[in-house]
């Protein structure tokens, strides 16, 4: 897969005319955008640009890869600065599995207090008594005990779970 920095490198010196120009753009040296952009071309197998001392001019290999990736490149750059944007807060939906009762007991009474401190978070929280895959159902996390964990998958004591069992004799 060809790296990030390879592809803009690429992109702004075919939409700037010149290294010189994407070099600017990118805060780089003129020399570190064409060699980036001949790495490029030889993990590619075939030539980007006609080169000459006064004008770099795409070839038609070079026209085809930058219509592929040019709008690729700016949804990218795109989803970066969007992300940049929330400043670092968190965002999205926190899909999170809980025992019932935990659940019930301890977490809905927070939940109000987590709203208000992480306003853009969509809370999917899921009661249920049982075990769940993680990553198979695209949890986020998991409240529980007593079960074994999938090799590389982090997990913390919150507090220990003292459970009473009791029975009568009839």
Known sequence: M??????????????GGSFA????????????????VA???????????Q???RRL????????FLAEVSGSLTTIQNAVANLASAEGRPVGTLKVS????????????????????FPDISPDWHFDNRQVDLIGQGFDAAIGGGF???????????????????????
């Open 57 to 64: 001019a795409l070839t038609e290999a070079g026209k085809l």
């Open 2 to 15: 060809e790296s990030f920095g390879s592809i803009e490198c690429f992109v702004r010196s075919a939409e």
């Open 21 to 36: 120009e994407a070099a600017r753009h990118l805060s780089l040296t003129p020399a570190a955008v064409g060699k980036s």
């Open 51 to 53: 080169r000459s001392t």
């Open 98 to 117: 809980m025992g019932t009762v935990f659940g019930n007991r301890y977490v809905v009474p927070l939940l109000g207090a987590f709203m208000a401190r």
């Open 39 to 49: 790495k490029l071309e030889v993990r590619l197998g075939v030539r980007l640009f």
């Open 148 to 170: 074994e964990l999938p090799q590389g998958v982090v997990a913390r004591k919150l507090t220990p779970a003292h459970r009473v069992l009791v029975a009568s004799p009839a």
